[in-house]
């Protein structure tokens, strides 16, 4: 290989490095989803100023990092498979949503069948995730995972947890007070957006 070959190999890399950021949790990722579905026609740019006050300003600059490194959005404008998850039905979305892990995290890396939690964590810190985001990262890799219906022993998708909200539930909460209404298991992914919303015009 040529000297100018080696060294855009390396500005690949390091390009990939710095795009390997989606650490936001998967929670966020759907809320976003499920904004830009409300939303009456599918924005021809995707940045921060879009969902000012609706989302901190620590995770608009996490939620735009991670569609740049899950290939969602081409500099800032939303790519087909962006519209497609937004406005997919729930099996579309999972097959949509499948897609998009597969070419940004790898073929390899999503068959997780056969990984152990080791070597997970071992691919996402070649990807790019540091002692710091690793943790992150794991979380919503297998969250994202799970909510496509990828395949993967339990010893991996135990490692990822959805956070509870921090608004305190008031007593009167069927759920607080000993009601029969059932509590989502804390390893089940949160859902892709609902279906009831507006939907949303693609250009």
């Known amino acids: 290989m040529t000297s100018q070959g080696m ?20 929670l966020t990722f759907v809320n976003m989803l499920d904004f830009i579905k409300g939303l009456k026609t599918m924005p021809t740019e995707i940045d921060n100023s879009l969902w000012a006050g609706k989302f901190s300003g620590t995770n ?3 939620l735009t990092s991670g569609l740049k490194f ?14 497609a998850l937004v ?9 949509v949503l499948k897609d998009i892990l597969e070419k940004a995290y790898g073929p390899d890396l999503t068959s997780l069948a056969s990984k152990t939690p080791k070597m997970v ?13 690793n943790r992150k990262a794991l979380s919503f890799f297998i969250q994202a995972a799970k909510a496509a219906d990828i395949e ?3 010893t991996i998708s135990k490692r990822a947890r959805n956070r509870p909200s921090s608004t305190r539930k008031s007593p009167k909460d069927p759920v607080m007070a ?23 015009e693609v250009r």
């Open 87 to 95: 406005i997919a039905e729930s099996n579309e979305r999972k097959t």
């Open 70 to 83: 899950l290939k969602m959005v081409d500099g800032a404008k939303p790519t087909d498979q962006f519209k």
């Open 152 to 154: 993967m022993p339990s």
């Open 7 to 26: 060294d855009t190999a390396k500005d690949k890399e390091s390009t990939q490095a710095k795009l390997t950021r989606c650490y936001v949790s998967y």
């Open 178 to 200: 000993g009601g029969t209404d059932r509590k989502r298991n804390s390893l089940d992914p949160p859902p892709l957006p609902s279906q009831n919303r507006t939907e949303v």
């Open 60 to 62: 608009g600059v996490l």
């Open 121 to 133: 964590d071992e691919a996402l810190r070649k990807l790019g995730t540091t002692d710091s985001t």
